[in-house]
């Protein structure tokens, strides 16, 4: 999988990429993350990448030329590799999203800042947009961070067993259980009975349980579109619930 | 505002903190960031801050008393700051939850690893949970990242008059218009008439319009708890929408 970020501030990345899995990942050569200055394909000598908005109005629009540059630049070199922009009006990022990504050949990520990216590079150049959320960040440099980690991680082989996706929070539509560890009690906190039982049945049950609990209490909606099985219609009756 | 980051590790927030708007708002004193390693609490001289769940399963889980000793440490030297953990079972964040967070004395912010805390983390130190969203990050590092700068940006002064956060996507419950700058033609893609018309009254009325017909478009959802003008409902109406 191949990232390629073009961004006005390259160093931005240098130790959310240089830690630890996404580390590994990258020496293993699972993933390839290129970081790619904007500036570098600027048109004048000052290396300009934005200017004012026409219509007036405070801030800077990122300037076309610069960006189409970049991206012509990148994609020569990756043709499959698709276009990415973070934006308030993108579709909203999920685990499926980042699932869907996570098999594409290579994403290009433009990290917008100011007051955003002249609209002929969305037009233009854009195959994707992208949501993080409903809340605003100084720039796309962090949007483009979540998106390569959550994407990472999905990419076969990057997850070591002990680290699998496959009890993610959403991966069955749910919230996690509950985990805890040593000791077994902690000013005054004890670790339920059940998980120290030793009995792998009744503690499956009881996580299920929790799981369906915790969903419940935080995030109702999640449990319209979930497949039922037998087993879990029993829990569902004993929280008194209607399946 | 003072942010405190609990994470096992600290480097990865070394360029994300040190770039750009924020490097500057920590050097003219707006914002306090300090970074501390879990590690550092931990209780045998091998600094163990992860074990195997109770109860079996894939993964290690965050122990409770390094984390405890952290968290504490921290809050004597800021009695005013609010513990947040970010979990897929929290609130959403969102624009309002930024402005909310902005108002706080401080945040102490934990960032979970592998399978997630020990759940006596949760119940005994936790003020506030966030969602950053339905999707799964290798670690809490990058989502705290992300509440650091958008809760960052609206701390008064940090972002100067050129970058005001007034005009942001939300601020006023709707998406941005799209913006321009330099050339007034690229590729066959020239720049709306009315932007270069000097009329400002005709500018500030299409791109409110636009603003509306982007929201109607991506995220109709948004146009509902809006109190619309006078000037706002002929423009819904031109749009084919009754107000």
């Known amino acids: ?43 004048d000598k000052h290396a300009t990448a934005d200017d004012s908005p026409y219509g007036g109005g405070a801030g800077m629009v990122m300037k076309v030329e610069p960006l189409s540059g970049a991206i012509e630049a990148v994609k020569e070199k990756r043709p499959g590799s698709k276009v990415i922009l973070t934006t308030p009006g993108g579709r909203p990022f999920t685990h499926q999203v980042a699932q869907e990504l996570s098999r594409e050949e290579g994403l290009i990520i ?73 000791p077994p009690e902690f000013r005054g906190e004890k670790v339920p009975d059940i998980l120290l039982s030793g009995n792998h049945a009744e503690i499956a049950k009881w996580r299920r349980k929790e799981q369906i609990r915790r969903t419940l209490a935080s995030r109702p909606e999640l449990l319209d579109g979930i497949e039922w099985s037998k087993q879990d219609k029993k829990l569902l009756k004993e929280l008194g619930l209607d399946p």
Not at 25 to 39: F, M, Q, T, V, Y
């Open 110 to 182: 433009i990290c917008g800042r100011y007051e955003g990216v002249d609209e002929r590079v969305r037009t233009l150049f854009v195959d994707d947009e992208i949501s993080l959320g409903d809340f605003v960040l100084t720039g796309g440099e962090i949007a483009a961070m979540v998106i390569v980690d959550a994407v990472s991680r999905l990419v076969p082989g990057v997850l070591g067993h002990e680290e699998s996706a496959q009890y993610d929070s959403f991966a069955d539509g749910l919230l996690e259980y509950p985990q805890y560890t040593r």
């Open 1 to 43: 999988m191949k990232f390629d970020i073009l961004t006005l501030f390259p160093a931005m990345f240098e130790g959310p990429l240089t830690e630890s899995i996404l580390k590994r990942a990258s020496d293993k050569g699972l993933i390839e993350i290129g970081l790619h200055n904007i500036r570098d394909w600027a048109l």
